[in-house]
């Protein structure tokens, strides 16, 4: 079965500060999928990438794709207080089972004024 | 109309009572998912609905029972729970099952705090 390994388990940042979080699969992915959770809240999506060396932004976040599709990254710039939550990545596996989203550990994130 | 809205929020329940949780759509998708996330832990998968027919049961214990009247609505039936199934139970929908890649993911509700007392 698929496994997705995400690091750091949690981050505390200084605001300003920039950060990088890291989403590594056993498998090759098919879809990667970035979400942000607030505590206790439901899944907001942020961008998905499917092509390896995709790089998408959406104000500060910045994802990215490795090559071989094994690895994927989410780069904040400038952190702000209000990117702070859990953040998920979450993947099909390439057999597709169908509608089965896994997902990763996730990255607790903390950002200190 | 780009939300699913689920109900109620927050429930206590005994582990004797009969209740429902209820999820609603309005973005025209035809797959709808029921998720459970304990504290501090990733979303686990439980149904799958697509097209109102229940497609994938990731062998939850039948205390659990789904619904899906139409393509808009998702319920899930709980009776004779256990304090161990407390947990945030999200509802999900996309265009359709994954066949493929879905281009815009998943959109996820904002959670029923479920505890079971």
């Known amino acids: 079965s698929q496994e997705l390994e995400q690091s750091p388990q949690s981050l505390i940042v200084q605001e300003g500060k920039n950060l990088t979080i890291n989403c590594t699969s056993s498998?090759?992915?098919?879809?990667l999928y970035w979400y942000k959770q607030k505590y206790g809240e439901g899944l907001i999506f942020l961008m998905m990438l499917q092509k390896g060396g995709e790089e998408k932004s959406h104000e500060k976040i910045t994802a990215k794709l490795d090559e071989k599709k094994q690895q994927s990254s989410l780069h904040i710039t400038a952190s702000q207080p209000s990117h702070a939550g859990i953040y998920l990545c979450g993947a099909l596996p390439f057999y597709n089972q169908g509608g089965k989203l896994i997902f990763g550990q996730g990255t607790e994130l903390s950002v200190k004024p | 109309d780009t939300e699913v809205t689920q109900t109620p929020k927050h429930l206590v329940m005994g582990m004797t009572n009969k209740k429902s949780l209820k999820c609603e759509q309005h973005?025209?998708?035809?797959?709808m998912y029921w998720y459970k996330q304990k504290a501090k832990k990733p979303p686990e998968l439980m149904f799958v609905y697509s097209y109102e027919k229940l497609s994938i049961n990731e062998s939850v214990p039948s205390r659990f029972s789904p619904e899906c009247p139409n393509s808009s609505l998702l319920n899930l039936h709980l009776h004779a729970l256990q304090p161990e199934d407390s947990a945030l139970y999200l509802c999900?929908?996309?265009?359709?099952?994954?066949?493929?890649?879905?281009?815009?993911?998943?959109?996820f509700g904002s959670g029923t705090r479920l505890t079971v007392v």
């Open positions: 498998k090759t992915l098919y879809g």
């Open positions: 973005m025209g998708h035809r797959a």
């Open positions: 999900a929908s996309s265009q359709e099952r994954a066949v493929g890649v879905l281009s815009h993911g998943y959109t």
